[in-house]
Nanobody, 116 residues
Framework: QVQLVESGGGLVQPGGSLKLSCTAS????????MAWYRQAGNQREFVAII??????GYATSVKGRFTISRDNAKNTVYLQMNSLKFEDTAVYYC???????????WGQGTRVTVSS
C-alpha cells in the first residue's frame, strides 16, 4: 500500500522552529531519494532533498535554516526548520524525488503557519 504521512506542522512565530516528520511506505522510500516540497496558494516548490546515502540539497530560500535527514530503518524523513520566516508559511509534503504533482501519489501534507 502506497502511503505518505506527514506530521509536525503548526503555528509558530517568526524566528521559531519546527520539526516535520514523514513516514513513507516501503514502495516509495526504498532506494529513493526523498524530498520535502511545499505549496503556498497555487505556488509549489521544492524545499530539500536527501539521497539514500545521506547527501543533501536545499532550495536557496531555506539553505542554512532547514536541515533534512532520514532514518532508513524507520522509512522516515525529517525536516528541521529553524529561523522560520513569514514566507515559509505553506503546506509541506514529502515524496520521492523526482515526483510529479499531478501524476504521483501525495499524502495530506502538514500545514506550517508562521505568524506573529
Amino acid at each position: 500500500q502506497v502511503q505518505l504521512v506527514e506530521s509536525g506542522g503548526g503555528l509558530v512565530q517568526p524566528g521559531g522552529s519546527l520539526k516535520l516528520s514523514c513516514t513513507a511506505s516501503g514502495s516509495i522510500f526504498a532506494g529513493a531519494a526523498m524530498a520535502w516540497y511545499r505549496q503556498a496558494g497555487n505556488q509549489r516548490e521544492f524545499v530539500a532533498i536527501i539521497t539514500r546515502g545521506g547527501s543533501t540539497g536545499y532550495a536557496t530560500s531555506v539553505k542554512g535554516r532547514f536541515t533534512i535527514s532520514r532514518d532508513n530503518a524507520k522509512n522516515t524523513v525529517y525536516l528541521q526548520m529553524n529561523s522560520l520566516k513569514f514566507e515559509d508559511t505553506a503546506v509541506y509534503y514529502c515524496n520521492k524525488n523526482p515526483a510529479n504533482w499531478d501524476r504521483d501519489y501525495w499524502g495530506q501534507g502538514t500545514r506550517v503557519t508562521v505568524s506573529s
